[in-house]
């Protein structure tokens, strides 16, 4: 910054003093922009006097060292910019090498960016793979380690340390980049966990055969949460409505349980039957801690002979991903009034 006010300095100064001797406003600039530069194409008007040469001459010293100055400075920003660019993925490589049980984010647009919020905030360390450069950027300024490379590239994934991570998360938009991540993690590491987002409902499958563990579906749960708030406000604002209750889902996670809203559909295997009969069918499975009737009634810690009608809308607390058992049990035949996820 310095350099270039002492520049404007000399090259104003010089121009007011050509002027001032006679020349022209356009003759002062070019005779003072040629000198300053060193280009050297010859001189505008003779330089004959000494008034002429004492300008010439203050101008050549003056403006040939201000330009070596800025040119060093900006060679030396070029070169710290390219250092610092070097050590910097140098430094970030070493830190992802030395990873281990660590989770890898494929993907960072709205939903890799608040997946990675989490685990920042949950203590996890993870690594992300991203393909744009501003999505990059982003990250990096966010502190996270985020390699740009393409998470479909077996290579990149190597790099990223699928060997040694614990889970990796593709959270693409594209349900045939995410079936293709899958198949390439799943054939480098055979007992890597891997939970998969699908667009469309029917990329849950294939999903599932290229051997992802868990599929999230987010328009679908999005879909869920507004019909669970629509047709059962209290339970709704029960469960999801304070930090308590949402502190509470947090430890049931840590202890693989999961907290969920299903409604019994019609003509489906659990009507008509009682709450214990359910739970035993189930194996384990989950258990019913309330059931919100169609008529408004609410029931909180419903007993084992409570018998499970049409619409009800049921809280589960299951061990981990119950969906195939829940879906048996309150489905009717593989159409289900509200596809249940694990949340």
Not at 263 to 275: C, L, N, R, V, Y
Request: aromatic residues 6%.
């Amino acid at each position: 910054m310095l350099g270039l006010v002492y520049m404007t300095v000399v090259m104003a100064t010089a121009t007011a003093a050509y002027h001032w001797a006679g020349w022209s406003f356009g003759d002062a600039v070019y005779m003072v922009i040629m000198t300053v530069y060193t280009v050297g194409y010859g001189e505008v008007h003779p330089v004959d006097t000494a008034l002429l040469r004492g300008i010439t001459i203050t101008t050549i010293v003056l403006g040939c060292t201000g330009m070596i100055y800025l040119t060093g400075g900006l060679v030396q920003f070029i070169t710290l910019n390219q250092l610092n660019q070097l050590f910097g993925t140098k430094r970030m490589h070493q830190q992802i090498d030395r990873l281990r049980d660590h989770v890898i984010v494929c993907g960072f647009g709205r939903i890799g960016m608040m997946l990675a919020q989490g685990l920042q905030a949950g203590g996890a360390a993870f690594v992300i793979l991203e393909q744009s450069p501003d999505a990059v950027a982003m990250a990096h300024e966010l502190g996270y380690l985020c390699l740009q490379a393409d998470a479909t590239d077996e290579t990149a994934l190597r790099v990223a340390g699928v060997q040694y991570a614990r889970v990796l998360a593709t959270v693409l938009s594209n349900d045939a980049a995410n079936v293709f991540i899958t198949l390439s993690a799943r054939g480098l590491a055979p007992d890597l966990e891997i939970i998969s987002r699908g667009e469309l409902p029917s990329t849950e499958s294939k999903l599932l055969r290229a051997g992802a563990n868990k599929v999230v579906l987010p328009t679908h749960i999005g879909a869920e949460r507004i019909a669970e708030m629509i047709l059962y406000q209290e339970t709704a604002r029960f469960i999801r409505g304070s930090d308590r209750m949402r502190d509470f889902e947090k430890v049931l996670l840590s202890l693989g349980l999961d907290l969920q809203v299903v409604t019994a559909a019609p003509k489906s295997a659990a009507i008509g039957k009682s709450i214990e009969v359910i739970e035993q069918q189930a194996h384990g499975a989950f258990f019913i801690v309330q059931i919100d009737r169609q008529d408004g009634q609410t029931l909180t810690r419903p007993g084992p002979a409570t018998i499970i009608e049409d619409g009800d809308g049921l809280v589960l607390v299951s061990r981990g991903n119950q969906a195939r058992a829940i879906a048996a049990l309150f489905e009717t035949g593989n159409k289900a009034a509200f596809r249940v996820s694990a949340r």
